[in-house]
């Protein structure tokens, strides 16, 4: 089988030309409009606010929060199906925001995208194989139909499908096969980069898993990078080099996976990483919880300060009113707290509040 | 109702659909039991049989499509099967309750949640309309809503996923109900939220000697709530014994396959899932052997060729398999 992707390099992290994208403080507003007659924007709704990171050659990093948290705006900005209100995403030395559209789309080629519900994605009207054929035709990559042919039976088969099922239609597929014929149409354009939002959420547990290892293979093979989003911190570090965990549109911690799951420094990734369950009854009776106590606000008016503070439990009178910068505190792991020395020097026990609802073991 | 008899028994459920592609067999013959105040987990993928096994306990199987088959249900010394639609009544809400995965789909929302949970306790319990709201007032507090008193008057579009699944909560608690059927009660949540919901279920089961059936897809989240865990897989059950010895000591090659599916949070980041390969049967077409057979790593000849029965494996421990996954051999 010829490549289908740019070969595997070396280990990823260590390029010589700096990285493969570079997303330097994206923000994303999206207008709150009134009125019908006069229309007036009475305010934003702040996505994403400020994130900036880095993703390099067949490396995978994790975007991990909660819903609203602005994770999958960021993928979408990125991938400038979103205009992003303004910062910078260099992607392979260009920087695809001062690009005109025909230019973006030279570039979008190596970049491409994996949805959440792969009922949705995937055209029920088109047989798998003009899926797959699809964007060879938008970008101008195709040869004679044969070749075309055999390039989608070859993707067929890269992703652990028969090649038979090119003249089959989407329903006649389960979620996971579904996934993998996504996956495949991704693959077509030899991409270097592939945004994956929730990838595996829809799926049943077994099926999952398979999607998981089809996506670790395809990047052991084909040396593709990822951006891995999603809510759930067990998938996120089994496939992540590195994890950036966002909270009402901004990054509060990010660190080597190898890190950040035994040595979490944010108030808010440990809350996250105690309310994971774990399949041991052993672990889940000797665990102690960070409860967190309210909802998460809203993104169109977000607190003061540290915007986790209202629900942090050990919040003190700085964090509302002095936004803590992300500070590198270790190599490759920065924290965007004011307090997450004395939080780690006291073991990681909230302290009880004063209003009288301390974090309880569980 | 004699001393040693089980809040809830169930033999031989038998539930099936009829579809355009045939008769769908979704629950094919469980029997388990479920004493007062216990915890028991129901665990499987889409489509195993998980919820249709516990709508079929409240009499709730879509109708006429679904029909019970074949079995009994006793609850609090009740045959269920044999109950009028108006004693089911007086059961349902009052001695079981059920919430489910979508709160916003369960909820009325053209009727403000105190409204709603008035309603229920008005309807059971006879209280009249003020006693009703003191009451769900109180519940509202009780499952952590801020506010109580103004937040009942607010409609369920006004409150957040983990506040309306608390008023859900609220609602199906209000009678006392001796068992809680929980469909999935934090899939729908983010994990922070989810935890709170959890342990607020744990919290009322204790405090309200309230026996609990949890119906979720997620093993993980079995393990910190549950006493008694089964497995099911294509409508039967393959595994059921206590959480601890389940997950210590799992021996059904589904539920392996399960555990071996689920991703880590700690240990050696770089080993593979061992995911199970290919997908459930059709469940139109039953195969006769092993419903998992075709994705087992063990498999036998024998297993294609009859089910293997639901079988001791050790104390209070049962498994519907013919090999010692530990082996690899024939038990």
Redesign the interface.
Known sequence: MKPVAAAATSTPGQDQNGPLLDVRNLVKYFPIVRGAIIRRQVGSVRAVDGVSFTISAGETLGLVG??GCGKTTTGSAIMQLERPTSGEVIFAGRDLVRLSREQQRAVRRQMQMIFQDPYGSLNPRMSVGKIIEEPLLVHRLYGPRSERRDRVHQLLELVGLSATFAVRYPHEF?G??RQRIAFARALAVQPSFIVCDEPVSAL???????I??LL?DLQEQLGVAYLFIS?????V??VSHRVAVMYLGKIVETAP??QL??RPLHPYTR???????????????KRR?V??TG??PSPANPPSGCRFHPRCPWAQARCGAEEPPLTAVDRGHAVACHFWNDIEAAGGVPPVRSNGHPAKP? | MSVAEPLLTVQDLEVQFKTDEGIVRAVNGISYEVKAGASVGLVG??GCGKSVSSLALMRLIPQPAGRIVNGRIRFQGNDMLALSQAEMREIRGKHIAMIFQDPMNSLNPVLTIGRQIDEAQTLHLGVNAKEARRRTIDLLDIVGIPSPADRANDYPHQL?G??QQRAMIAMAISCQPALLIADEPSTAL???????V??LL?RLRRDLKMAVILIT?????V??FCEQVMVMYAGYVVESAP??EV?RNPRHPYTL??????????GD?RA??????G?PPNMVHLPPGCPFAARCPFVLEECRAALPALASVGLNHLARCIVDVKTGKPR
């Open positions: 909660e819903s389960s996971g096969q049943d547990v077994s099926i999952g898993a398979q998981i290892n670790q809510h759930d911190l067990k998938v570090r089994q996976s190898d799951y035994p809350a996250l990483l105690s309310a994971v369950p774990v399949a041991d009854p052993e672990v889940e009776s919880r409860i967190l909802d998460v569980t | 993928e889409s957040s983990g506040m983010d994990v922070t939220i989810q935890a709170q959890i342990e744990a897809h997620d093993l993980a989240l393990a910190g959480a601890r997950f396959g399960l555990m071996g599916s689920i991703p880590k949070i700690t980041r593979r899932l061992t995911a199970i390969p997908a």
